[in-house]
């Protein structure tokens, strides 16, 4: 094997510089390591392929209309943080009462349906902001 290691031969393989700008050290760790020639092989089979395939423009109209939609969206990442942040209260809570009594007496049954409320209160949360979300 050559002193080149793999990562530093797919490295300048995968640079854009034209294959007879690699090194000879590169050709030395391709004969070397059979891995790496594979490998070698299945990119420029990719990059063929990929030469081949059609390229569509997308006009300018299109892409204004997308950014523009993109930038109304309201900014959903404080909602979606607080959102999360009262689960995990509710989740704690939940967890709480129903690890406070064991279900072996009248308080442990009471800590245990009000924990199984606290969960499905979680359940209809997440529900709703999924449905919100998607509309």
């Not at 080149?4 to 760790?29: F, G, M, Q, Y």
């Not at 109304?72 to 704690?92: D, K, M, R, T």
């Amino acid at each position: 094997m050559s002193n080149l290691d793999c990562n530093k031969a797919r490295d300048i393989l995968s640079s854009s510089l034209p294959r007879e700008a690699t090194d000879a050290s590169v050709d030395t760790h391709l004969k070397a390591c059979t891995s790496c020639s594979a490998w070698s092989t299945q990119m420029r089979e990719i990059e063929t392929v990929a030469a081949s395939m059609p390229q569509f423009d997308v006009s300018e109209a299109l892409t204004q209309n997308i950014l523009k939609a993109v930038e109304s969206e309201p900014a959903q990442l404080g909602s979606s943080y607080w959102q999360s942040v009262a689960i995990w209260v509710l989740c704690s809570v939940a967890t709480g009462f129903m690890a406070f009594e064991t279900a072996e007496n009248a308080q442990g049954l009471a800590a245990w349906a009000i924990g199984l409320g606290i969960v499905y209160g979680v359940y209809l949360l997440v529900g709703s902001s999924k449905e919100v979300e998607t509309a």
